[in-house]
């Protein structure tokens, strides 16, 4: 079993900043990449940023520019770094641990931008 918190959302105004941190547990052998995605109310999750299997970097266009992502070697730590937000960024931030098996979700952190 793996498993998943977040951590470090919160409330900012537009244009601030925020770091967010994942935080992988238990059989972390198994975990091939760590992601973040995000999730608005009525809208289906999305992959924000993150590694893929392919091992290369992505991030969704909305976030190019402003947010970077940041981690250790053994892949149980990653960081999602936060700039100049934006209300549209306001959403549950989850990070997922995807292994060859499936992904392993963790609670979701809120990240509220205000106008």
């Known amino acids: 079993q793996v498993q998943v918190v977040e951590s470090g959302g919160g409330l900012v105004q537009a244009g601030g900043s925020l770091r967010l941190s994942c935080a992988a547990s238990g059989n972390t052998i198994k975990i091939i990449v760590l992601n973040w995605y995000r999730q608005s109310p009525g809208k289906q999750r999305e992959l924000v940023a993150g590694?893929?299997?392919?091992?290369?970097?992505y991030y969704t266009n909305s976030v190019k520019g402003r947010f970077t992502v940041s981690g250790d070697n053994d892949r149980y730590m990653l960081y999602l770094q936060m700039t100049n937000l934006k209300p549209e960024d306001t959403a549950v931030y989850y990070c997922?641990?995807?292994?060859?098996?499936?992904?392993?979700w963790g609670q979701g952190t809120q990240v509220t931008v205000s106008s």
């Open positions: 997922a641990a995807v292994t060859r098996e499936r992904k392993y």
């Open positions: 590694n893929t299997t392919g091992g290369y970097l």
